[in-house]
Every structure is written in C-alpha cells, then in structure tokens.
T-cell receptor, first 109, second 113 residues
Framework: GIQVEQSPPDLILQEGANSTLRCNFS?????LQWFHQNPWGQLINLFYIPSGTKQNGRLSATTVATERYSLLYISSSQTTDSGVYFCAVGGGSNYKLTFGKGTLLTVNP | KAGVTQTPRYLIKTRGQQVTLSCSPI?????VSWYQQTPGQGLQFLFEYFSETQRNKGNFPGRFSGRQFSNSRSEMNVSTLELGDSALYLC????????????FGPGTRLTVT
C-alpha cells in the first residue's frame, strides 16, 4: 500500500513565526487531505489538495503530485494553531485514506 | 448542514464484552469509513461502506465488523473486546461516486478494562 511520511515529527515555534510541514508519499494519489486534530480528537479539514496550490487565510498548501510530496504552510502562527497536523492520502478506486504519523506543532506565546 | 455525528462519545467496557458504535454521515453523503486511532499504531483504516455494501476492509481481525443502512447511517461492532481495542474510533463521510473529500466526526473514545 501507499506509504506516507511526515516531517518534522515535532515543531516548536514562537507566536508569529512561520512554518512548513512536509508530507511525502510513495505512489500516485487521487486524494490528499491535510487535517488538524483538536485536543478532543476531532480531525478538522484544512485542505483537500490532490494537486496544485490552495490558500485559506494564514494557511496554504501545495501538492506536487509528480514528485509525490505536499507542503502545508502556516504563517504568523498563533497559540491556537497548536496540535497535531496529519496528511492523509488515497489512491486507486477505493476511498481508503492512509495517514502519516503527524507533526506535533507547539506554538508558544 | 450538520456534520458527521457519532454516538456514544465515550464508552467503558470490560474484556470479553461486545460494543456497537454508531455514525450518521453528513446529509447526502453515501460513503462512510471507519478508522481506529491508538498512540502506538496511529490512524488505521477499518472499513468503508457505500450504498450498504462494504467496498474495502483494513487489516483487522474478524471481531471488527460493520454495516450500513439504507439511510447511509453506519454501525461498527467489536466482539470479544480486548485491552488493545482501547482507542479513538473515528467515522468519516464523503459524497462518494468520485467525490473523495472526507469529513470526520468527533469520534468515540472506547476504553476496555
């Protein structure tokens, strides 16, 4: 099956700093999603981005499908951005998502 | 539109018992998937249903089963619970038929003692 690697595993920032999270995947995909898991465990949709670039406020994402990676950019980070960020990919005819291990982001005031 | 709902939110069971978890997808969504999240294994796919048919199954023992009803609501069942089944169980829904973006519910946190 598809392998997904996220880096870095942990990231500590000061409020106001920018960051880039990376997701590498091992095969062609037709689904790639970025999620933020809140402290209660719910996965919040950030981007559905199997290819191309999208922006939503301080967050943006780019997927280069031909090179099998995706990047999530967080600008002017806030303490509320803290939490675990997951990249999940899917391929083929089914809807199964394979998740990376996540990046734990801590934003200090 | 209401999001994905899951019931119950928290559950405590003892080893050997069985448990049923419920998931109601977003209105109009026909595909429902289930995932298990544990600290050791991360997020792992359990199964996916579309129009009452299981389309895909993850690498879990037969104690884990599920079904989907005609209104797209889904249930998953775990029989003969083991301590290692303690986890957060997440349900996701998508439109299906090529629309792949998935939306997750709040999860059911199961503790097996």
């Amino acid at each position: 099956g598809i392998q997904v690697e996220q880096s870095p595993p942990d990231l500590i920032l000061q409020e106001g700093a920018n960051s880039t999270l990376r997701c590498n995947f091992s095969d062609s995909v037709n689904n790639l999603q970025w999620f933020h898991q809140n402290p209660w465990g719910q996965l919040i949709n950030l981007f559905y981005i199997p290819s191309g670039t999208k922006q939503n406020g301080r967050l943006s994402a780019t997927t280069v499908a031909t090179e099998r990676y995706s990047l999530l950019y967080i600008s002017s980070s806030q303490t509320t951005d803290s939490g675990v960020y997951f990249c999940a990919v899917g391929g083929g005819s089914n809807y199964k998502l394979t998740f990376g291990k996540g990046t734990l982001l801590t934003v200090n005031p | 539109k209401a999001g994905v709902t899951q019931t119950p939110r928290y559950l405590i069971k003892t080893r050997g018992q069985q448990v049923t978890l419920s998931c109601s997808p977003i209105s109009g969504h026909r595909s429902v998937s289930w995932y298990q999240q544990t600290p050791g294994q991360g997020l792992q796919f359990l199964f996916e249903y579309f129009s009452e048919t299981q389309r895909n199954k993850g690498n879990f023992p037969g104690r884990f089963s599920g079904r989907q009803f005609s209104n797209s609501r889904s249930e998953m069942n775990v029989s003969t619970l083991e301590l290692g089944d303690s986890a957060l169980y997440l349900c996701a829904s998508s439109l299906g038929l090529g629309w792949r973006e998935q939306y997750f519910g709040p999860g059911t946190r199961l503790t097996v003692t």
